[in-house]
Nanobody, 129 residues
Framework: QVQLVESGGGLVQAGGSLRLSCAAS????????MGWFRQAPGKEREFVTA????????SYADSVKGRFAISRDNAKNTVYLQMSSLKPEDTAVYYC??????????????????????WGQGTQVTVSS
């Protein structure tokens, strides 16, 4: 069982930066791949980025590539999402998710929100133009 708590959301002007954090409970954080998803009003939840258990592999949605960076600190049971050059279209509720299924990273399973067992409550990010 893993409990996830996001923080760091807020209101920022276009071009600005924010860093989201997702703190996980439990002693087996390092056995979970972690993902960030977002959901804007009236839209489906979409993949943003994910990081493998040890942090050696990452993947990004094309819409955020080069602007967002995911990282994790397994000693602190925390995953981070550094967001830069923010755009109004980045406005959404951002969720972190965790799963420990043993599927090769190359299958890109982590892009499917239905394959994550644990979710945080979400944090709002609003980017003004």
């Amino acid at each position: 069982q893993v409990q996830l708590v996001e923080s760091g959301g807020g209101l920022v002007q276009a071009g600005g930066s924010l860093r989201l954090s997702c703190a996980a409970s439990g002693r087996t954080f390092s056995s979970y791949a972690m993902g960030w998803f977002r959901q804007a009003p009236g839209k489906e939840r979409e993949f943003v980025t994910a990081i493998s258990r040890g942090g050696g592999s990452t993947s990004y949605a094309d819409s955020v590539k080069g602007r967002f960076a995911i990282s994790r600190d397994n000693a602190k049971n925390t995953v981070y999402l550094q967001m830069s050059s923010l755009k109004p279209e980045d406005t959404a509720v951002y969720y972190c998710a965790a799963d420990n299924r043993a599927i090769p990273w190359g299958s890109s399973w982590y892009r499917n929100p239905n394959l994550y067992d644990y979710w945080g409550q979400g944090t709002q990010v609003t980017v003004s133009s």
